[in-house]
């Protein structure tokens, strides 16, 4: 973001007090990257710790074979908690972030991530509570793969989908099926399923959510 100022910081980040935006202000680097961009790949050291000024991006997992599976996403006022647990730790991402729409990324140095813990109680607090979400998170998404059947899966991956980015999903079958580490063919049958009994349309390279309350 060219000429990032402190109260584009803070319109994002308002619970930080203001010298530490100051401090935010001089001390990170901003980086932009265009939908579909790698931000985080699996194996990289991370130096800095995320955070999300504008746009959307995707956590996921990736198995040795290439196969995907979908995390969370985060959003605009978000940092990445794991990438503030690998830098502070000099260890290798276990996880990659791709851009889901054109984004900007604020990224903190290592060593101020740790300084600014003991220095500014709201950098603490808000480092905690970044913690806190994510693990919520992740508890609802390995709730949705130990406890329920595909197509309640998807259902819950269409209600994130929804939530972030709207009723359009355009998405193919494929790129769903990646997300959730299933079948394309077995996907377009729940999708199909679910057209049926009212809660989307099926356009040809989109799918529409109309109401998933009927289920």
Known sequence: MDNLSKEDIKKQFPQLEGPLLDDLLQESTVRSFSEGEQVIRTGQYLRSSLLLLSGLL??????????????????????????????????????????????????????????????????????????RQRFEELLLTLDSIAFKAMDERLVFYLRRHQERLGQE???SHQQIADDLNSSREVISRLLKKLEQQGALVLHRSFLEIKNLDIL
């Open 58 to 131: 995707k956590i996921y997992r990736e198995d040795e074979e290439g196969n995907e599976f979908l995390m969370y996403y985060l959003e605009p006022g978000n940092a990445c908690a794991l990438s503030m647990m690998c830098s502070v730790r000099n260890e290798k991402s276990q996880i990659m972030a791709k851009a889901v729409q054109d984004s900007e990324v604020m990224l903190v140095p290592q060593h101020l991530t740790e300084q600014w813990l003991a220095k500014y109680k709201s950098w603490h607090s808000f480092v905690i509570g970044s913690y």
């Open 169 to 171: 999903v355009r998405l």
